[in-house]
Each structure stands twice: as C-alpha cells, then as structure tokens.
C-alpha cells in the first residue's frame, strides 16, 4: 500500500471520525403503561396499595380498581350504591387482624370494603371529610390524616374512634398530607404548612419540627437513620433524625421542584416523582452535588413514562415500582424485567452485528450499513468512524467481523475488504482481497477472521472459502502471500463447505473451523481437514474452547454441545431438553464458569462447571433441565434475537448485541425472581355457570371460599384460577390436583388457567393449586378448596340405615320363612319316609303272606290233585253201587268243593295289589289267565322255579311264556319284564 494512498485514507478517517452523544448514556429503562385501555377506572391516580394477597388497589378520581396483574375490575359509585363517593385519596388494610377488609379514605370520609361479598359500608361514626392518608400500626390501629380535621385513630375491633389532641389544636396542624410509619411505633407526619411531626403511637409523646419552607409536605420516605422529605415547589430534602436538622439537596442538573413522592428501590437507589418534571432516580445522597437520571413522557416511544405530570410513587412486595400520574394513567418499572442492561445507540438503526472489545475499556461494534463504533464503557460515551464514505450503501461501512487478536489489535471484516487497527485512535489499514479467478464476481466480504499463535491470518471470504497469510507480510505491509482453502467434493481432507463463520484456536494450538456443514479440525503436520462429527448437515455458528479437552459448538436449527476433542463425543442442549432456541449465534463463558449462548429467541444461561466435573466422574445424568436457565425479551434482552459475531467479554461483564441495540451486564447479578404470591381461585362455574350468581353463596366471592358443597348432579363443573403476578404474568404457569382423583399434579401454562371435571362420582375432594413465576420459581403456599358432592338420597345414610333395616327385616322374614319351609319339607320327609318305611313293611308283609298263600295254594293243589287220585281210584273200584263207598266219594267230592270255593287267589292278589291284575289286563287284553297268574307271581317276586311249580311246568316252559308275554306288552329290548312288572 503506497504512501500516497495512506494518506489520502487517513484524510478521509479524519473527516468521518467524530464523536457522538458527549451526555450520559444510561441504560434504558423500559416503562409499563396501564391506562383506561387495560380497565382504569379514570387516568388520574389518587393512591395506590398492595394488600396481603399481592392484589395492587388503585384509587382516582373514578374509583376503585383492583390490578392482579392479568385482571382489572372496578368499583365505584355506579356500579356499588353503597359506596356514594368514587374518589379514593387513601386505601389500607387491617393486615394484622386478617379479616379481608379495606379501609378507602374519600373527600368526603371513610369507608370499608368487605371483600369477601364485595359490599361497602360508610364509617358512620366518622366525620365527613376527606381522608389523604391511612396507616396500620403494629397493634391493627388505623391512623387516619384529614385535610382539616387532623389526626384520628381507629380501633377496628371495638371500633371506636380517636381525635388525637396533639393535632386538633387551631391552625394548619389540622390539615395532614402526608404520613409515613416507621418501627416501632413511631409516626411521622407532613402537615400543609411545612411542619414535620414525630408522633409515638404508644405513648403519645410528640414532637413538632418547623422547616424554613412554608410549603406543603407531600411525601416521607424513611432511610435507615435519616427522612427523606418531599415539598410542593422547595424540592427534595433531607432531614437528619439524630440532628433533627434539615438539609436542601442540590443536583448537579437542575431537577423540578415540585415533588409529589418518594420510593427507595431494592438496589438502594433514590427515586423521586414530580408533578411536571416526570420521573428522577439518584444513586446516593449528596447534599452538595446530587447526580440524577431523569425520565420524561416521549410520545415517539411507547416504553417511556406516560406523563411528566406523576402525583404518587409507588414500591409493591416484589420491589418493583408503580407511578400513578394526572391524567396518564399508571407507569410501572419492572427491575426483573430489566435484569439485563439494554443500550442504545440514538441512530434509525440500532442493529449491531459486530462486537469486540479493546484493552484500554472500550467496545467496539459495527452496525449495519452505519460503520464503526467505538464505546467507552466508563464515560458511557461512544465515537463513529466511517470506514467508507458517507454513502449509505458503502460496503466499507457495512461491517461483518470485529476481532482482537492477543497482540490487542483491532481486525474489522466488511463488505469491502478487512482493517487494522493497532488501537482505537490509531490509523488503520484497508486490506482487499486478492483479485483471482474464484473472485471474479467481486465478493469482497470477510465474515471471519483469527490470528494464531504461528503469527497466521486467516480470513473467511462470504462464501468462497478460507485464505491464510502470513501476519508478518500484512503488518508489513506488503504484498501478502496467500493459500486458498475451498471444499473439494471428491477430496475428503479438504475444508467441509466454503462458508466458515468463526474459528478458534485450542489449548494444544489445534485450530477448529465451523462451516456450514460441520466442524473441522485443522492439522498442521497434513495441512488438511478432519470432520469431527458425523452429521455434515449441520450448519456451525460458533465455537469457544472450554477447559483443555472440551469446546462448546453452536449451530443453526440443532442447538449447542459440548465436543470432547480427544473422542469427539458429544453432550447435546436443545430444545428438547430445555434450550430456548435452537439457532445459537453467540458463545460466552463468564467468571463463575456458566456458559452463556445467545440464541434466536433469547439468551440461556448452561450450568458448565457442574457438567464437567459430571464428564470427569464419567457421565452426564439424562435430565439436562436443571442445568439450563433461559432469559427471554421480559427480562430485558433487546430482542428476541441476537446477531451473530455480536458476543464479547469484557472485564467481569458479557455484552450480547442484536437487532435493538445491546445488553451489557454482569452475570453474577442476574439472580432469580425468587417472589411468587398466592394463586387465586378467581370463579367455580356449574355447568358453565359461575357460582356468584347463586344465591346459596349469598354473592361470596370465589377466592374466599374454602369449601362448596354440590349436589350429585352437580358433577361437571369448572375451577377458574390466577396467579397474582406484576412480573411477566403471561410467562407463569401452574400445577393444580384434584386430590381424590388426579394421581398426580397436572402441569399448565398462564393460558391455561382453568381445569374442568366430569362425571365425578360422589365423594369429597380437595382442590389444590400452586403456582410458578416466570423464573420458574414455585409458590411456596398451595391453595386450596374443599369440594364436597353429595350422594343421590340412595346412597345416603338414611336411606342405606333405612334400606338395611328393611333388608334386616325381610332377611329375618325371609330366614323364618325358609327354615318354616324347611321344616315342612323335612317333616314331610320324614312322614314320606316313614309312610315308606311302613309300606315297605307292609309290602314285606304282604310278600310273606303272598309267599303263604302261595304255599298254601301248592299244597292245597297238591291236596286236591290226591283227593282227586284217590277218587279216580274209587270210582275205578267195582263196587261203584257200594253205598258205603258212594258216601265215601260224595265226603270227597264235598272236601274237593270245599277247597274249590275258598277265596281264590286272584281275589286276594288284587286287594293286596291295588287291582294290578284288573289294570294290567286293560291295558294289555290279549294277555291270557296264564300270563296274568305269571305276571302275578313275578310281581311277589317268585323265582323262577317257584312260578314254574305253581304252575306245573318246567322253567323252559316258563321261559317261553315269558317271552309271549313280552311280545305281548311290546316292550324295548332294553327294559327288563320284571322291572316293568314291579313299577306297574
């Protein structure tokens, strides 16, 4: 580069190099709005109070609204006839008795509001005038200022009410502004005319300081030993308790004097609102030269307070801080969302793609199409060098990579080529590119550079690949020797892909390259490239060494992980196990060995130390959550976004830029919201029906029931619930159960603030819900509701009582009657048997006397049939005319007659057999007189030899009568004639 050239470059630096914005540039402060939009009742705020639930309570000129920071209701005059006057100067709770009342001081004197029924009653007892001030001592007694009738005190048990003597006197001690109460005991109060009282609410000892200022005291703020003291048009002052001496305090910028109130916020600083000057905060109290911030209504900004014209100042449980205003309204400054530093640059566009810092505490950064910019951090103060011309397309102005090499020089890469700075007031050197083939298209843009500890440059070209000099032949300023490194398809130790979007050099001098499609280590002894990991579609954003083995790589769409460099094995962070973003631009480690990544949807925070020392041990658990903390645009990050090349170090502090500007803070004083208030029930609806509008309740609003008794049909029903949150309440979420039936806790985001059931059987059930804050951070309180769902009158105790006596009854009767039964068929068993018994021995009997008869029969036929030989043989005699041996023959013949008339068996078998033979011969006629006395014989069970004897046959014979008499009665083959007989 010639001499002449040089010159003319530095001529043209010096023209464009100028310094900008010599004020104080503060970080922003980022303002909330609440206006008549969100539900205000009326834009001039009267007062402001925080009662016990976390529920902000806000008075004006129109009412009473309550701001749980999702929802905004109102009360006034209108909508409740019981509260006659809409204008709440002063609001307070009974906080120590707990009894869910509000105290409200109106112009025309004093009311409570049960906020279990939402019903107002006037303090009757109390004068009609307006109240400016109410305050719970340590006892639960309300201490309450008038504008003209002093001070009272009121017993809210007993109620009874107390003029305090001490400023019932004649004159202005009448009319109190202003009351604050410090522990224990002591009250101070601000009276119209200037006057400061030191007031023992035990004693009643008090004492009068007078200020020289004959002006109105319109707020006290206690600060350890000393009082703050705000005046209408005297300023701000400052009253030393132990000297009892008062102090103006003057500001080395003029500030306005007509202060309306004090707040002293969680870090210390001094906060102090105006009615005309807007909003002021001071660091420390310097009498003699007090520096101060302040904030002022911009209509171009919709962040910036909503008026100049701020009458109350207000600090919540969570240290955040509420301005109510004349006429705009209310302004919120919420500190956790203002955890990261946000700065801007006054320019249309605040879009930082580059950053670096230098060694003598400055920063610089390039925004886009705007140059160079470099920023001192201590004087908060920042110049602008245009590396180009004053076009506003210039490609040296549009800036792609600012890098410090360990030399502490400053490398800039643009559209057009690459500088050197040696350091920040320094001339610097324009490099262009070589002009050979592969930049024929005359891309020019340098997206990467890093200098190793070989003295080597190597810088990346858009998307042309990597060029590396020798640093010697650049500082020099020669013509620089190069070697051009291009992705070679067929060659697989060549550099992965053309695009190379950061480098980095390792603990052993290994260099690493991220590409767009993976990570490439660099060997020196092959001068070629190793892929180290498997999935070349991975787009490499970023690459930082951690430790001497490990090095932490982040890509576009597959997260971060954490590389061992000795066996490429890889921890991966994704949003799959808790990261917030995928797409990684930024790598930074900051002193406590957290790793932090700027992403493209916030910033998250990586607990590295622990998961090294887990590697070390020799594994990661699975559960990767724990170690991940992720911030998003409500803790203050400038955008969603961040850039990448627009990450740096600096000192103790990391600085993150992007599309809005930058974030510059301190890693150890990013601390967790660890304030979560209690969840809400907010409705119970019945078959979509909200129980408010149920008489049973008697309007008994829902947050204050503890237990809801339901009918069986009443078994589909809906638990509406809020968390009361005044930080990010849109990123807050639940865990609710319903014990009883849910096994376990169902997990739910801010939208999904409700949990239905249907069909539940009849029981009785708790309802628990506790919430997360935005940080994550769980309630430590649960709330809870007794649900209770009675049986249909079935399933009652006194129908069940009912219904077992009447069981016990019937199965009495019921056991009476089957033992009766029982009894009766026993009984009758038992005649049956007996009746049995008794047949079966008259059968027996009869059998035997049958067999006799039988016996008899035989030897009687035997008889006979001699008889009749006997007179065979006497009528063969000759002497047939004998009258001796006729009347021989006639005795015989009479004797054979005689035998022949007695009873006949057949006359007898039938009595004994219920005329079996009569029956058996009707139902088979063709049986014979033989069949019959043979049937008759086998029903007395003869044998066979026996029937064949009566009948003198042989049993052949009777064999064959037998089977005559079966064909007969046509019997079955299978049944036996005998079986038949006896069962005929």
Not at 8 to 31: A, I, R
Not at 499 to 528: C, I, P
Not at 849 to 861: T, Y
Request: hydrophobic share 35%; with cysteine.
């Amino acid at each position: 580069m010639n001499s002449i050239k040089n010159l003319l470059l530095f001529f043209l630096l010096f023209l464009t190099f100028y310094s900008g914005l010599s004020q104080n540039n503060s970080p922003l402060v980022k303002f909330e709005n609440i206006s008549k939009d969100e539900g205000l009742l009326h834009s001039y705020i009267l007062s402001m109070y925080q009662d016990s639930r976390g529920v902000i309570w806000i008075g004006s000129w129109g009412g009473l609204n309550s701001y749980d920071g999702s929802n905004m209701l109102s009360y006034n005059s209108i909508l409740n006839k019981d509260f006659s006057n809409s204008v709440v100067f002063a609001i307070c709770e009974q906080k120590k008795t707990m009894n869910d009342c509000l105290w409200l001081g109106t112009e025309s004197g004093l009311f409570v509001f049960e906020r279990a029924k939402k019903i107002f009653k006037r303090v009757t007892n109390f004068p009609a005038t307006a109240v400016n001030c109410i305050i719970e001592d340590e006892q639960g007694i309300l201490w309450i200022a008038t504008s003209n009738r002093g001070l009272f005190s009121l017993n809210p048990k007993t109620m009874k009410l107390t003029q305090c003597a001490a400023f019932n006197s004649k004159g202005s001690n009448k009319s109190i502004s202003c009351m604050v109460y410090e522990k224990p005991n002591i009250l101070w109060v601000g009276s119209s005319d200037g006057t400061l009282h030191k007031f023992n609410c035990i004693s009643g000892e008090y004492h009068s300081f007078k200020t020289i200022f004959n002006v109105p005291l319109t707020s006290l703020c206690v600060k350890s030993a000393n009082l703050l003291v705000a005046t209408k048009g005297e300023g701000l002052k400052f009253f030393n308790k132990e000297k009892e001496t008062f102090s103006s305090i003057k500001f080395v910028q003029p500030v306005h004097q007509d202060i309306t109130g004090i707040e002293v916020d969680k870090n210390n600083f001094i906060w102090f609102s105006t009615m005309g000057g807007g909003l002021y905060k001071i660091q420390n109290i310097n009498v003699d030269q007090c520096v101060s911030q302040n904030f002022t209504e911009n209509s171009a900004n919709r962040y910036s307070i909503s008026s100049n014209f701020i009458r109350l100042i207000f600090k919540d449980e969570a240290g955040n801080l509420w301005m109510g205003s004349s006429g705009g309204g209310i302004s919120k400054i919420d500190f956790f969302k203002q955890r990261f530093d946000h700065f801007v640059i006054q320019l249309n566009d605040n879009n930082i793609r580059a950053v670096c810092n230098d060694e003598k505490g400055n920063i610089w950064f390039g925004i886009e199409n705007e140059g160079l910019f470099v920023y001192n951090e201590k004087n908060r103060t920042y110049t602008n060098i245009k590396l180009g011309s004053n076009a506003k397309f210039d490609a040296k102005n549009n800036i792609k990579i600012i890098y410090r090499d360990k030399l502490s020089r400053i490398w800039v890469g643009t559209d057009d080529g690459f500088f050197m700075f040696s350091n920040a007031n320094a001339q610097p050197l324009h490099f262009s590119l070589p002009q050979i083939n592969f930049f024929a298209d005359k891309v020019n843009s340098v997206i990467a550079i890093y200098c190793t500890s070989k003295n080597e440059l190597w810088i990346s070209v858009s998307d042309k690949g990597l060029l590396k000099y020798k640093l010697s032949e650049i500082l020099n300023e020669k013509i620089p020797n190069y070697k051009l490194y291009q992705h070679e398809s067929e060659k697989k130790s060549s550099i992965a892909h053309n695009v190379v979007r950061a480098m980095h050099e390792d603990a052993q001098g290994n260099l690493w390259f991220a590409t767009n499609r993976g990570l490439n280590k660099y060997s020196y002894n092959n001068d070629n490239f190793q892929l180290c990991t498997e999935d070349v579609t991975s787009c490499i954003a970023e690459v930082k060494h951690a430790g001497s083995s490990f090095l932490w790589v982040g890509t576009f769409g597959k997260g971060a992980y954490l590389l061992n460099t000795n066996t490429f094995a890889k921890i991966d962070f994704s949003q799959s196990n808790g990261l917030c973003s995928n797409n990684i631009n930024g790598i930074l480690e900051s002193n406590d060995g957290a790793v932090w990544l700027s992403t493209g949807k916030g910033l998250a925070r990586i607990n590295a130390m622990e998961i090294y020392a887990l590697e070390k041990d020799g594994g990661l658990p699975y559960d990767k959550q724990k170690w991940i903390k992720n911030y998003s645009k409500n803790s203050g990050l400038q955008a969603h976004e961040f850039n990448l090349n627009s990450a740096t170090k600096f000192n103790d502090k990391l600085l993150f830029g992007g599309p809005k500007g930058f974030n510059f803070f301190d890693p150890q004083k990013i601390v967790a919201n660890n304030f979560v208030l209690p969840v809400l029930i907010c409705d119970f609806k019945i078959f979509n029906r909200s129980i408010t509008e149920d008489s049973l309740y008697k309007g008994l609003q829902p947050e204050y029931l503890k237990s809801i008794e339901l009918d069986y049909t009443q078994n589909y029903f809906s638990i509406y619930f809020n968390e009361v949150c005044h930080t990010s309440p849109e990123e807050v979420s639940y865990e609710y159960q319903l014990e009883g039936f849910d096994a376990d806790w169902i997990h739910a985001n801010s939208k999904q603030n409700s949990a239905s059931y249907t069909n539940l059987p009849y029981g009785t059930y708790v309802f628990k819900v506790r919430g997360f804050n935005a940080d994550g951070v769980k309630s430590n309180s649960i709330t809870q509701l007794r649900i209770v769902i009675s049986p249909p009158f079935w399933r009652t105790i006194w129908f069940e009582t009912l219904a077992f006596v009447l069981c016990v009854v019937l199965l009495v009767f019921a056991v009476n009657f089957i033992t009766r039964k029982r009894s009766q068929k026993r009984n009758a068993m038992l005649e049956a048997q007996l009746e049995k018994v008794e047949k079966e021995k008259l059968q027996s009997e009869l059998n035997y006397k049958l067999r006799e008869l039988a016996s008899i029969k035989i030897h009687v036929d035997k008889k006979t049939e001699k008889f009749n030989d006997v007179k065979n043989i006497l009528l063969s005699s000759e002497n047939k005319e004998d009258h001796t041996l006729r009347k021989a023959i006639s005795l015989l013949e009479k004797e054979i007659g005689d035998v022949d008339n007695s009873d006949s068996f057949e006359h007898n078998f039938n009595l004994l057999h219920n005329d079996f033979l009569s029956r058996l011969t009707k139902a088979c006629p063709a049986l014979s007189p033989t069949d019959l006395k043979i049937c008759a014989y086998m029903r007395m069970n003869l044998s066979n030899n026996e029937i064949a004897e009566l009948l003198n046959i042989t049993p052949k014979s009777l064999e064959t009568s037998r089977t005559r008499i079966r064909k007969k009665l046509q019997l079955d083959p299978s049944v036996y004639l005998i079986q038949f007989i006896l069962h005929f």
